[in-house]
């Protein structure tokens, strides 16, 4: 069975009583071990559609199983749990906390599993040094360039051994040198770890480095591409 299965999905946003559809009905599987882009210009739904997996948001109808749950029964509480065991977050402004280093940034989702902090710093130097920030540990964010802080940003993100890593348009405000590197990384956090990266994009280098593109237009899939 498919870790993520997405059926007949919707959601609308009404705004001052005037609908807006944001996803028109999609179909889409994806299996454990995935390292896939959703692709689509602003406004095509991809971003909705990352939110909903991640359990930020809920449909308007349809269905989201992800590990065999139907995110869409699940309590507000019980979606908090999803959250902070099951999904990892990277977004595009990094969204690191400024009064923390990179190793407490890192270990931050295992410090609210309550993971003791022996066994939590160890797991979060671990993933850092396979990013290659083992010498910017201490460093806090106003320390480090954009692409420093992302690889950061990654690695708390997998640090707590997600089932599924969502990026929101990691690379967007990188140089594409630095984009390249970063995204060469998380595949490889991709192969080392098992974890399934989604991304939300329109970048090209993203799409590139995919094995698979899924490309959302006006709300609907209209192309999906393995690249093996």
Known sequence: MALIQIKDLIKTYVDHGVEAPALRGVNLEIAGGEFTAIAGPSGSGKTTLLNIMGGLDRPTSGTVMVDGVDLGTLSRSALAEYRLHKVGFVFQSYNLIEVLT???????????????KRERRARATEVLEAMGMAEYLHKRPNQLSGGQQQRVAVARAIAHNPRIVLADEPTANLDSVTASGLLDM?????????V????????????????RVVLLRDGLVVQDERRG
Do not use: C
Not at 186 to 194: A, T, V, W
Not at 198 to 205: A, N
């Open 186 to 194: 998380m595949r490889g956090m991709n192969e080392r770890y098992g």
């Open 102 to 116: 990179a190793l407490e940034n890192a270990e931050f989702v295992l410090l609210l599993q309550k993971v003791p």
């Open 196 to 211: 399934t990266f989604i991304f939300s994009t329109h970048d090209r280098l993203v799409m590139e480095k995919a094995r």
